[in-house]
């Protein structure tokens, strides 16, 4: 089984600083990992997913994400934040079911 | 492009009411089908998925059940609500199990009282 943890409830960052949000994973061969967004009384937003191959993973909206793993980590980074990326953060593991496995979300709080 | 539909998008019952929440899944075929439950504060809670007509997987046993009478149509229902069942209901699909991206509906946030 698979599991994802979120160590962090809340960042803060200023507009314009890069920004990181943490993710590690524990997993039993190979991980396929992803990063969620949500807005406030928004469902999910898909922004980038890890299957296999290069270890730095570009999304949506400016987003990336480093896998390493022998660190087992799958952070999610943004070399310049702005105020709109101010949101609730998940980091999602593939269970080895047929489901995703959630981290417990980090809450992403840019100030002007 | 595929779009997923979750209606209604608020709902307050009382206590001991029954519930009915409906997703629908437009532009693909065969998707995989999820419910979740959103507690106040973050947590994710998958409830059930499905993998096809008629196929439903259950996550956590609770007073609510999941049908799937169409494809495209997943359907969460209950037939006495409790307190502790408020919270914001999303619906996701994939297009597979597994190591593929889940897509989410705009949720229904529910509060019982």
């Known amino acids: 089984a698979q599991s994802v943890a979120q160590p962090e409830d809340q960042v803060n960052v200023a507009e314009g600083n890069p920004l990181t949000v943490k993710c590690t994973y524990s997993?039993?061969?190979?991980?396929?990992l992803f990063w969620y967004v949500q807005y406030p009384n928004r469902g999910l937003q898909f922004l980038l997913k890890?299957?296999?191959?290069?270890?730095l993973v570009k999304g949506s909206y400016g987003f990336e994400a480093e896998f390493n793993k022998s660190q087992t980590s799958f952070h999610l980074k943004k070399p310049s934040a702005l105020v709109s990326d101010s949101a609730l953060y998940f980091c999602?593991?593939?269970?080895?079911?047929?489901?995703?496995?959630f981290g417990k979300g980090t809450m992403l709080l840019v100030s002007p | 492009s595929q779009t997923i539909h979750q209606w209604p998008a608020t709902l307050v019952q009382p206590v001991g009411s029954p519930l009915s929440l409906e997703c629908t899944v437009e532009?693909?075929?065969?998707?995989?089908l999820y419910w979740y439950r959103q507690a106040a504060g973050r947590g994710l809670q998958l409830l059930f998925y499905?993998?096809?007509?008629?196929?439903i997987s259950s996550e956590v046993p609770q007073n609510l059940s999941a049908s799937r009478p169409q494809d495209r149509q997943f359907i969460l229902s209950s037939k006495k609500l409790l307190l502790s069942d408020s919270g914001f209901y999303l619906c996701?699909?994939?297009?597979?199990?597994?190591?593929?991206?889940?897509?989410f509906g705009p949720g229904t946030r529910l509060t019982v009282t």
């Open positions: 996701a699909w994939s297009v597979l199990a597994g190591a593929y991206e889940q897509y």
């Open positions: 997993v039993s061969g190979n991980p396929y």
């Open positions: 890890y299957i296999t191959g290069d270890n």
């Open positions: 999602a593991g593939y269970s080895g079911y047929s489901t995703l496995t």
């Open positions: 532009g693909t075929s065969n998707p995989n």
């Open positions: 499905s993998v096809g007509i008629g196929q």
